[in-house]
């Protein structure tokens, strides 16, 4: 497809239970983010992926949360045994490699995770 | 990276004026970028403009930048009901890809 796409587009889950988002990222783009952005709330970033480098989870809020990401393709977050305040919109973002900072970003739609 | 703080939090305006929002941040920045949300088409990328740039245009979209007083200003000329959305600035600098968004300026343009 032409833009970033995410699935699924909502999910509702129990507490305790583990979820799985994808983002499948714009062909060619060597880069891509995850972005957590909580009701009212702004951007919280999580995980950023570029190429075969060692991806950066500093923003990972705990070990429940992972990330994978296959090549250049599509990339899943797992978040496990989740709790109510992982309740957001979980936003995925590709970019061509990084250019001193002045590459665009392009997001999908986000996945809206509501956990009960 | 740093974050950039929206201002105002909130604006209504009618269809055909001009909607003015400013961005302030704290450290050096590489570039500034701004970014629109709304509920049907998630986050869109709008215009950058660099450190060494003062002013820059993308159709109806004004983009102003003072690093002296870090701070940065977009504004909407002759706005539409399609222009309501969240607005945010990034400002990036000091290494780093991701970016970090405040809580953004929420537009309302009605008819």
């Known amino acids: 497809g032409a833009g970033v796409s995410q699935s699924p587009s909502n999910k509702v889950t129990e507490k305790g239970k583990d979820v799985e988002l994808r983002c499948d990222p714009i062909s060619g783009h060597t880069a891509l983010y995850w972005y957590r952005q909580r009701l009212g709330q702004g951007l919280e970033f999580l995980i950023y992926f570029q190429g075969n480098s060692a991806p950066d989870k500093s923003g990972l809020p705990s070990d429940r949360f992972s990330a994978e990401r296959t090549g250049e393709s599509v990339s899943t977050l797992t978040i496990q045994r989740t709790q109510q305040e992982d309740s957001a919109v979980y936003l995925c973002?590709?970019?061509?490699?990084?250019?001193?900072?002045?590459?665009?970003?392009?997001f999908g739609p986000g996945t809206r995770l509501l956990v009960l | 990276s740093q974050q950039g703080e929206e201002d105002p939090q909130a604006l209504s305006i009618q269809e055909g004026e001009n909607a003015t929002m400013n961005c302030s941040y704290k450290?050096?920045?590489?570039?500034l970028q701004w970014y629109r949300q709304n509920s049907g088409r998630g986050l869109v990328h709008l215009i950058l403009?660099?450190?060494?740039?003062r002013e820059k245009h993308s159709g109806r979209l004004r983009v102003t930048l003072d690093t002296s007083k870090k701070s940065s200003s977009l504004l909407i000329t002759a706005s539409r009901a399609a222009d309501t959305a969240s607005y945010f600035c990034a400002p990036r600098g000091g290494g780093g890809n991701k970016l970090t968004f405040g809580t953004g300026t929420q537009l309302k343009v009605e008819l």
């Open positions: 973002a590709s970019s061509l490699a990084s250019r001193g900072q002045q590459e665009t970003q392009y």
């Open positions: 450290t050096s920045i590489n570039n």
């Open positions: 403009i660099r450190s060494n740039e």
